[in-house]
């Protein structure tokens, strides 16, 4: 019997077997019908959130490890992330949403997404015009890998901004690997602050310095610029327009005009403690 002939019809009660050959025969277990057919129940039979939604079909079918968005050069996300969740790509978006904290606030990176990443993620999908609903997938993902440079920098911040001192991030007061992964995080925390400023750039005039950099330009022999996690910060925004923004971005370190040496730019910082002062701003 050809491929193409009349087929016949499985009657009441025919046999089993007898229906399962012509099944087999038509190829309708295994092969490209099945896998389709596979395929279709994967991906309907999820309980869809908004950031699944079919709208988001395309970035959900990229190949990504999990179908979670596009693949990136820096970092691609494994699996859509929510409230209760933990790991290390948790961290990741931690590190990707710390700009957006609330006031006065800092949020921790420890891998657990909690009440307080879930505001956050809130907060960065609000900025970008997104659904709200504390929910990391597709959306949240590929406006995130749109900030993302392929050195994992971001879009607005590059690390020889953040390192004016050295190529290598070394003489610090940690390790060289360790100052580059703090200024990184600083980077995201300073884009967030660029994008709730109106996109209007800000410019790092200081970030990491090495001991001899920092003793050469005087500063304190305690400085963050010597951890990595420092910013200096000049632009179009006027310096107390800068120190009074960083307070929504995660910055425990503030310095601006009022403060001795700040008359010329705002310093922000993510030191382990508060310490605000630029008195001329009335902060």
């Known amino acids: 019997m050809s491929a193409s002939g009349p087929w016949p019809l499985a009657r009441r009660g025919a046999r089993p077997v007898l229906v399962l050959l012509l099944i087999c025969a038509a190829g309708l277990l295994g092969g490209p019908t099945a896998a ?7 991906t309907t039979d999820k309980s869809l959130t908004a ?7 395309t970035a959900a079918a990229a190949p990504a490890s999990d179908g979670v968005g596009t693949l990136d050069a820096c970092y691609t996300f494994p699996r859509t992330l929510s409230r209760g969740m933990s790991g290390a790509d948790v961290t990741q978006l931690q590190i990707r949403v710390a700009g957006y904290p609330g006031y006065g606030q800092v949020l921790a990176l420890d891998g657990s997404f909690g009440p307080h990443t ?3 993620v809130r907060r960065f999908q609000q900025a970008y015009g997104l659904t709200v609903d504390g929910v990391a997938g597709p959306q949240t993902f590929n406006r995130i890998y749109a900030l993302q440079s392929s050195d994992c920098s971001t879009a607005n911040f590059s ?4 390192n004016r001192c050295n190529s290598n991030w070394s003489g610090g007061a940690v390790s060289a690997a360790t100052a580059r992964e703090n200024a990184r995080r600083t980077m995201w925390k300073l884009q967030a ?6 996109d209007r750039p800000i410019t790092v ?8 950099c920092n003793n050469a330009v ?10 990595g996690d420092a910013a200096d910060l000049v632009g179009t925004h006027s310096f107390c327009a800068l120190a009074q923004q960083a307070r929504n971005h995660g910055f425990n370190g503030i310095l601006g005009p009022g ?25």
């Open 218 to 227: 005087g500063g304190a022999s305690n400085s963050r610029h010597l951890y």
């Open 36 to 42: 389709a057919t596979t395929t279709t129940i994967t």
């Open 259 to 283: 403060y001795p040496g700040h008359h010329d730019h705002t310093h922000v910082d993510t030191r382990a403690s508060r310490f605000w002062s630029a008195p001329n701003c009335g902060i």
């Open 118 to 120: 879930e505001q956050a």
């Open 159 to 162: 690390f020889a901004e953040m």
């Open 193 to 198: 602050m660029r994008r709730a400023m109106g």
């Open 205 to 212: 005039s200081s970030g990491f310095r090495s001991v001899s």
């Open 51 to 57: 950031e699944d939604s079919p709208g988001t079909a």
